[in-house]
């Protein structure tokens, strides 16, 4: 289990809580504009042989095993040196996209799904660790606090979504690009967008207008650097988390089979059992979006340049509702709004099997980008919220339990994108979505009763010590 000690803030983020954030956003700006860009165009770009989603699978099946070891390994090599690490990877899978065949694009995909369970537990720890000391110091909410710091950091993560897909869209926009007749058959096949596409279908079935190579590289370039700024500011400026290193071997491979159970134990608790439903939905929608939106409802109708435009607006509005929705989750019950993004989840859902998008309703399809963006963000950043709140003493057990969960739905989702079609993977989101409201409820219902019982004692131990001022005078 997760030692308290190594769990609670030290003294070196004292008085720093909001910079630290700040400066830990900033840095995942960097480097994940580049990474959000690549990820958003991987169906489009890299479609033949479906090298693309092939390699988003392989990026998500090792971040399954790397969330399982990521405890263990920030406990030997601290979490800003796992961050490091990570960012390095990330650095290199760009590089891997300027020449995107497989004998490239395969390592490098393995190196950061192997090293992305280290950045997600890290980064919920460095959130975590600022807003217990920001509440012990200021004497504020513990929750509150949460939701405040997860708030801030998903506001900022907006930002790789803007800034990564708006370069794509305008440095695109800049190339030539294919264009092909079309026959009889082609005209018949270019209506199977939105739920009625399907793998078999292939970039020229499909008619997408794609750009010259050269332009790809010159993307892929801004890219590289993006991230290996993002890579330097977190060397020089990211400040270290104190954790407990022993000094033998004996006892470093002790302390991380003891991180490793943790987070099985986590894992085991019925709390956390019921949050996995809510975890493989958020991992599920947000995947859909740059499998299958960006191919199926945006390239298929409109074209690959307004892929960036499209998720840029997503990122806009996702960056807004993670602040936003916290905030009036804070004023009118958490449950209450977590309840209202799982049914709007659903609701877009059944939205996306009756509409087929057309290259005249483009309006239509930024309207539902939008309102994916507004509950993306807010279900990202409650659920962290929660997390936080049920787990303030083991938080790298617990968000390393959250993202093998959320890994597990990715790779879930991209397997099935390389196999079924658009429609029938609604359906089971739609089932998705119903069991997640369901488990939710249950779990609110748990978390109220324990308050209860904690006020309940509470109030007895303060009633007894009272009772033993009195026999004493």
């Known amino acids: 289990m997760c030692l308290l000690s190594s769990c609670r803030p030290k003294k070196d983020l004292t008085g720093n809580e909001r910079r630290t954030v700040f400066i830990l956003s900033i840095i995942f700006v960097a480097v994940f504009s580049g990474f959000i860009g690549i990820q958003n165009l991987q169906s489009t770009l890299n479609n033949e ?31 800003k040196s796992c961050l490091i690490l990570g960012f390095i990877s990330h650095v290199a899978y760009a590089a891997s996209n300027i020449y995107a065949v497989f004998w490239t694009i395969l390592p490098a995909s393995t190196f950061v799904g192997l090293t ?7 980064q919920g720890m460095f959130i975590s660790r600022c807003a217990i000391s920001f509440s012990e110091t200021q004497n504020t909410p513990m929750k509150d606090s949460f939701g405040k710091f997860h708030g801030i950091f998903f506001f900022g993560m907006a930002f790789p979504r803007l800034v990564g897909n708006l370069l794509s869209s305008v440095i695109l926009m800049q190339g030539h690009y294919n264009e092909t007749t079309t026959n009889a058959s082609d005209l018949f096949t270019i209506k199977l967008c939105g739920a009625d596409l399907c793998p078999k279908h292939t970039v020229t079935e499909e008619q997408f207008s794609l750009p010259d190579p050269l332009t790809v590289k010159i993307l892929m370039t801004v890219f ?14 990211l400040p270290p988390l104190t954790t407990i290193v022993p000094l033998s071997q004996k006892g470093a491979l002790r302390n991380m089979l003891s991180a490793s159970c943790s987070c099985l134990r986590v894992n085991t608790e019925a709390n956390l059992i019921l949050l996995v439903p809510s975890a493989l ?7 859909f979006l740059w499998i299958d939106i960006s191919k199926a409802y945006i390239s298929c109708p409109f074209g690959v340049k307004i892929v960036g435009f499209s998720m840029a607006l997503q990122g806009l509005f996702s960056g807004i509702s993670s602040v936003v929705l916290p905030a009036l989750a804070n004023l009118i019950s958490r449950k209450y709004v977590i309840s209202l993004i799982i049914i709007g989840i659903i609701t877009s859902h059944v939205g996306l099997l009756v509409w087929t998008p057309t290259n005249d309703k483009l309006l239509h399809m930024l309207g539902f980008v939008s309102l994916h963006g507004i509950l993306d963000g807010g279900f990202r ?18 968000f390393a339990s959250v993202a ?25 989101m739609f089932a998705l979505g119903a069991l997640s409201m369901v488990t939710y409820v249950v779990l609110e219902i748990r978390l109220r009763m ?9 109030d007895e131990g303060s009633e007894s010590n009272v009772d033993l001022r009195d026999s004493d005078q």
């Open 116 to 122: 992305s369970g280290l950045i997600w537990t890290s």
């Open 404 to 428: 093998t969960w959320r890994a597990i739905g990715y790779t879930i989702n991209i397997i099935l994108a390389y196999y079924l079609c658009v429609r029938t993977r609604l359906y089971m």
């Open 281 to 287: 939905l958020l991992s599920f929608f947000e995947s």
């Open 450 to 458: 324990k308050k209860k019982i904690s006020e309940i004692v509470i």
């Open 224 to 237: 590289v650097t993006s991230s290996i700024i993002g890579l330097l500011l977190c060397i020089f400026f």
């Open 49 to 79: 042989a479906g090298r693309g989603v092939i390699s988003l699978s392989v990026v998500y099946a090792g971040f399954i095993i790397s969330s399982f070891f990521a405890p263990s390994f920030i406990r030997v090599l601290t979490a």
């Open 381 to 398: 950043t409650l659920i962290f919220t929660v997390v936080s709140y049920m787990y303030p003493d083991k938080t790298d057990g617990a």
